[in-house]
């Protein structure tokens, strides 16, 4: 642990190199996630509920979403850029290194600059954590966490299974950007709105309504089944294929010339 | 100790041809091709030598260094590494190696050197003590002391490879990979390089493996030379022994006075003009002697000189026998 705090201070110091960029990077990651979060408010100026889900239960489950993505995006960077990793040899640099492969990805690059996402996510938190009418005990504080933690777990694995593929194939890696960018899309409603595939989709395959729609049907108060706050727990092991599935690909690695 | 026995590694590349439409195709099928790039290596390297392993681009040099590393895992074939298999035992394995991949960096780029020195030395668990004693002598020997406080992306190409070979070296690894430690650099820190390399070896009994296409590297530093080409070991000796194998070739320089040299028909003439004049000669068919005594005979000779078939011929012309 101690060691993974090195890097960060490492790759802070890199990143602080270049000041106005950095900032820039921050600002723009603000921006971005800004105008997403104004088009969702036009749209409930008009119509007033989605799906039964009011304008401030919709913010949390966007909230939501946004912390966890950005900051899976932040410190499992590594994984998404994984792809260039092989390609620039540093892969290799890696395994030469006796510490773990995945700790060594993982710090491989850490994305400060996403905390401008991050801290918009804070931001419309803090203003639907009180406007949503839930009543905040103990178990909703809970459940809140758990899906903020679920979500980190499901994006994460989503990157290292989009790792895992860039051994085989680097061409048509995009296509993974469906499940990674797409969740966070889809993620930012309640995803039954989208219908029973989807959502069963979602459910089954990749995990996301597990730390999203089931727990907030709980956190709303639409159900009483106490079952539902350990959903996102559950959704984690989705990392334990994801993983296996990295590590057989590192077994077929193979390398860059040079 | 390194021993290497029947290594064979096969890479399957994705070929297709030129074009928009063939890449089209691509996306539905692809096509393999099957490059053998070890086929059958063995070797065994004992403890504190120093070797050059030579041989032509794409001839699996790279690939060996990168089994030897327990980066690649090879097909079939047993590595054994000072008792440890590489790609079993990974982290214990290269906890004892360092790794200078001469076109790739391991320091940070945008940080001072001794930043990513001191990560290392947190990545290799290096006790305090011997990481001073260590950095103290490296920047010494290698006469760092001023540049480790700058950013690497800031350093020249020379600066930058004696940093990430010290960086290699701070946790006192028994064997060290050089993949072409030496290209790109001028002449002065080549010859750093060079001279650091030979004191490790000797001071502290690190056995060395260098690959490179520069054959004054392999002049100055190693006594064996593995050569491999199309996936196998082609040769395994002395560059002695190497140069004996092939140099009845002889080069004499000669500067003398007057127009032309007359010759022997045995000399071949590479060139001879203004008075200076380079024959090449074949030993077995006249030796040195009589060559120079005909010549300093029939001109009057200011200076004259006796060359051996230069190690970069010798390579090439090896290469040609072996058919690479």
Same mark, same amino acid.
């Given at each position: 642990?101690?060691? /993974? ?9 890199? %990143? ?18 800004? !105008? ?35 900051? !899976? ?30 700790? %060594? =990805?993982?710090?491989?690059? =850490? ?43 499901? #994006? ?5 299974? /989009? ?34 595939? =989807?959502?069963?989709?979602? !459910? /089954? =395959? ?39 599935? #990295? ?12 | ?31 393999? *091709? ?29 690939? *060996? ?51 990513? @020195? ?22 010494? &020997? ?26 290699? +070296? +701070? $946790?006192?690894?028994?064997?060290? @990979?050089?993949?072409?430690? *030496? ?29 490179? $296409? ?12 593995? &050569? ?34 007359? +010759? ?11 008075? $200076?004049?380079?024959?090449? +000669? ?11 005594? $005909? ?30």
């Amino acid at each position: 642990m101690k060691l /993974y705090f090195r890097y960060l201070s490492m790759l802070l110091k890199s %990143q602080m190199q270049y000041k106005a960029s950095f900032f820039m990077m921050v600002v723009g990651q603000f921006l971005v996630s800004f !105008t997403t979060f104004l088009g969702m408010w036009f749209m409930f100026d008009r119509i007033q509920s989605v799906d039964g889900f009011t304008f401030s239960e919709v913010l949390l489950c966007f909230a939501l979403m946004l912390l966890a993505f950005s900051a !899976t995006e932040c410190f499992a960077r590594g994984f998404d850029r994984f792809p260039a990793l092989i390609r620039s040899g540093e892969l290799d640099r890696i395994l030469v290194r006796p510490r773990g492969v995945i700790f %060594q =990805v993982l710090t491989a690059n =850490v994305e400060f600059s996403r905390m401008g996402r991050f801290a918009q996510a804070i931001l419309v938190l803090a203003y639907a954590i009180p406007t949503s009418g839930i009543v905040w005990t103990g178990d909703k504080i809970l459940t809140l966490t758990l899906m903020f933690v679920g979500g980190l777990g499901v #994006f994460t694995a989503l990157f290292v299974l /989009y790792a895992g593929i860039s051994f085989f194939t680097i061409e048509g890696l995009e296509f993974m950007n469906i499940f990674t960018d797409g969740s966070r899309e889809f993620g930012r409603y309640p995803l039954s709105i989208y219908g029973e595939g =989807v959502l069963k989709f979602l !459910t /089954y =395959v990749i995990p996301v309504a597990l730390f999203q729609y089931y727990p907030l049907l709980y956190l709303t108060g639409r159900s009483q089944n106490q079952g539902l706050i350990f959903l996102p727990v559950l959704g984690m092991l989705f990392l334990i294929p994801c993983y296996l599935f #990295f590590r057989f690909g590192l077994r077929k690695y193979q390398s860059t010339g040079s | 100790m390194i021993e290497l026995k029947n290594i064979r590694k096969t890479f399957r590349v994705a070929k297709r041809n030129a074009g928009l439409k063939a890449a089209a195709k691509a996306l539905f099928r692809k096509e393999y *091709t099957e490059i053998h790039a070890l086929q059958d290596v063995s070797f065994k390297i004992n403890d504190g030598e120093m070797i050059g392993y030579i041989g032509p681009n794409g001839a699996g040099k790279s690939s *060996t260094i990168k089994i030897m590393s327990g980066v690649l895992t090879p097909d079939s074939g047993e590595c054994l590494i000072n008792g440890r298999v590489p790609w079993k035992e990974r982290a214990a394995h290269v906890q004892e190696i360092g790794v200078v991949f001469g076109q790739r960096s391991q320091l940070w780029w945008d940080v001072p050197v001794i930043d990513s @020195f001191e990560l290392i030395r947190d990545i290799y668990r290096v006790p305090e003590e011997k990481y001073r004693k260590n950095l103290e002598d490296l920047t010494e &020997l290698l006469d760092i002391g001023e540049i480790v406080k700058t950013p690497a992306r800031q350093l020249s190409l020379g600066q930058r490879m004696r940093c990430e070979i010290a960086a290699s +070296l +701070l $946790h006192d690894p028994r064997i060290l @990979f050089l993949d072409e430690p *030496t290209i790109g650099l001028d002449a002065v820190s080549k010859i750093a390089v060079r001279d650091f390399v030979k004191t490790i070896n000797r001071e502290k009994g690190t056995t060395v493996i260098l690959t490179t $296409h520069d054959m004054q590297d392999i002049e100055a530093l190693t006594e064996r030379i593995l &050569l491999i080409g199309k996936g196998k070991i082609l040769l395994d000796g002395s560059l002695e022994q190497l140069k004996s194998r092939k140099s009845t070739h002889r080069t004499l320089t000669v500067d003398y006075v007057g127009e032309r040299l007359p +010759l022997l028909p045995e000399m071949q003439v590479k060139k001879d003009l203004d008075g $200076h004049a380079e024959i090449v +000669l074949d030993t077995e068919k006249l030796s040195i002697s009589d060559a120079i005594a $005909h010549i300093s005979a029939a001109a009057e000779v200011k200076d004259i000189s006796v060359a051996g078939e230069n190690i970069d011929d010798l390579v090439v012309s090896l290469y040609k026998e072996f058919a690479l």
